[in-house]
């Protein structure tokens, strides 16, 4: 599809930390997976001064090292598991809904 001048039909947004505010249940489930590996926990702002993608390199700030695949797959259940159970707490960013509103009025297609 083809587009005239500046408009354009689509959007594509991220989903977690942009639409959906789930940065609570990010360093909540990261911190409950380091206690069940031994790791100390920590705060929002060291996530923020350390996350990387991909994900094995932020481990790697955190241990000093790349984790093996055992430890990798082992973290990466643990944090999803407990993740799950925060996300339902979750909602959307303050004024994602208006901002979708305003570019779905604009004839664009915004997926995630």
Do not use: K
């Amino acid at each position: 599809m083809g587009t005239s001048g500046n408009h354009r039909a689509h959007l594509v947004w991220d989903w977690n930390g942009t639409l959906l505010d789930d940065i609570e249940a990010v360093i909540g489930a990261t911190n409950a997976a380091f206690a069940e590996i031994d790791l100390a926990p920590i705060t929002l702002e060291q996530y923020r001064e350390m996350y990387c993608v991909p994900i094995p390199l932020f481990y790697e700030r955190l241990l000093g090292r790349l984790p093996t695949d055992a430890e990798w797959e082992r973290m990466d259940g643990i944090f999803h598991r407990h993740y799950t159970e925060r996300r339902v707490t979750c909602g959307l960013t303050q004024g994602v809904e208006e901002l979708l509103a305003q570019w779905g009025g604009r004839g664009t297609v915004s997926p995630c």
